[in-house]
């Protein structure tokens, strides 16, 4: 009697398990180190790298309506003189561009990209965090921005549903950076339509910030009980969730021996 095949091994994603990645990061203290696994100097590379995709995208992607009552006006230069600080340099030569009023921090953390960052070029800042230590830190944390962090949801991204109170959308970017490998792709779609439904009606962006395997299929890594994705899976998962790829760039300047970071800006995609 022959013996029955093995079975066909089961999809990373399947093997998450939230108790086991929340478990994981209640372990950690609420610091810079901690949220980037032992790499605490690539922060000021990746805040300044998401700055200058930002400038990029609003710029090659403006919506179809501006916001002409928004506060102060960020300064953005050109995509090489922009200075770590998000501030322009003295050889500027393009218009500021507004602030945004109203922007999003999915599986933010400490707060991190919301004080370096999303301060610097959001009027308010609402905030996406399960872990309730690191959801405090964040409330506490100083705005390097004039901006200031606004209603904070203390939930996982697949139980957070957007503000249902607000007609037609409140965001005007939804920021996603290394949180949605705790989600299976089936989730992550699912959260990508509810995303749809909180970006406003007159247009926006949303952005995924994400590790990604060099080559071959999704890993899973059962230390923190999360999945990296390969680039394609990426591009398939926004598709189904409803949105489309304006722009993509590779984050530069991190240590060798890293997963790339992609960023991938998006925007609605039409008939979903």
């Known amino acids: 009697m022959s013996a029955s095949p093995p079975n066909p091994p089961l999809p990373p994603d399947t093997l998450i398990s939230p108790s086991a990645s929340l478990t994981y990061w209640s372990s950690h203290p609420p610091t810079i ?22 400038s990029k995208l609003r710029r090659s992607h403006p919506p179809p309506q501006s916001h002409p009552s928004s506060p102060s006006p960020i300064p953005l ?3 090489t003189t922009t200075t770590a600080t998000g501030t322009s340099s003295s050889h500027s030569n393009r218009t500021a561009l507004p602030l945004l009023p109203h922007a999003l921090d999915c ?3 400490i707060g991190r990209v919301t004080a370096g960052f999303l301060s610097k070029i959001a009027t308010t800042t609402d905030l996406v965090e399960p872990v309730a230590a690191f ?5 506490a944390a100083k705005m390097q921005g004039a901006g200031t962090v606004g209603h904070v949801y203390v939930c ?9 109170a607000v007609a037609g959308g409140k965001y005007d970017l939804i920021w996603h950076q290394w949180c949605l490998g705790h ?8 959260h990508f339509r509810k995303c749809r439904g909180a970006l406003k009606e007159e247009g926006g962006w949303m952005v995924v910030k994400e590790n990604v395997v060099r080559e071959g299929g999704d890993v899973f890594d059962e230390v923190d009980s999360s999945v990296t994705r390969a680039a394609g899976k990426w591009r398939g998962l926004f598709e189904r969730g409803g949105w489309r790829v304006v722009r ?5 300047g991190f240590p ?17």
């Open 135 to 139: 959801s405090e830190t964040a409330r």
């Open 107 to 109: 599986g933010a953390g």
């Open 77 to 79: 230069s050109a995509s």
């Open 256 to 272: 060798v021996g890293l997963f790339p970071v992609v960023m991938w800006g998006l925007v609605r995609g039409e008939g979903r």
């Open 248 to 252: 993509e760039e590779v984050q530069g």
């Open 156 to 164: 996982t991204l697949q139980d957070w549903d957007p503000p249902a």
């Open 183 to 190: 989600l299976t792709d089936a989730q992550v779609e699912t």
């Open 33 to 54: 180190t901690s949220m980037l696994g032992g790499y605490p100097s690539i922060s000021r590379t990746d805040l300044r790298g998401s700055y200058n995709f930002l």
